[in-house]
């Protein structure tokens, strides 16, 4: 609560809300467009960069804005919302940093063209 209304009835509440769900749809599909490709034998590197980037970068910044929604109470171990961004952090790292996922998609479409 805050000023004596719960934090969801506040409107920037409620757009921060809608644009991380928004983020979190569109990595998805963008994961499940790569694992499609897979699937039929078509594995291709570029959408697999694609989603993992994106993905990886989404999670980042949807539990940072969950911490923000939380306040405080984001950083205390007590609440799952702190740990989910520890865990998110890392998956900009494993199996190919950003910069290394952009090269990828870069040199793909540079062939491409």
Known sequence: ???GKKIAEFQAIQH???DMAT???AARLLTYRAAWLVD???ADPVASSMAKAFAARTAVEVTDEAIQVFGGYGYIAEY???RYYRD???TELYEGTREIQKNTIARF???RA
């Open 1 to 3: 609560e805050a000023f």
């Open 16 to 18: 921060k809300l809608a």
């Open 23 to 25: 983020k979190i749809e």
């Open 40 to 42: 039929r034998g078509e």
């Open 80 to 82: 799952e919302v702190e």
């Open 88 to 90: 998110a952090k890392i």
């Open 109 to 111: 479409l540079l062939r």
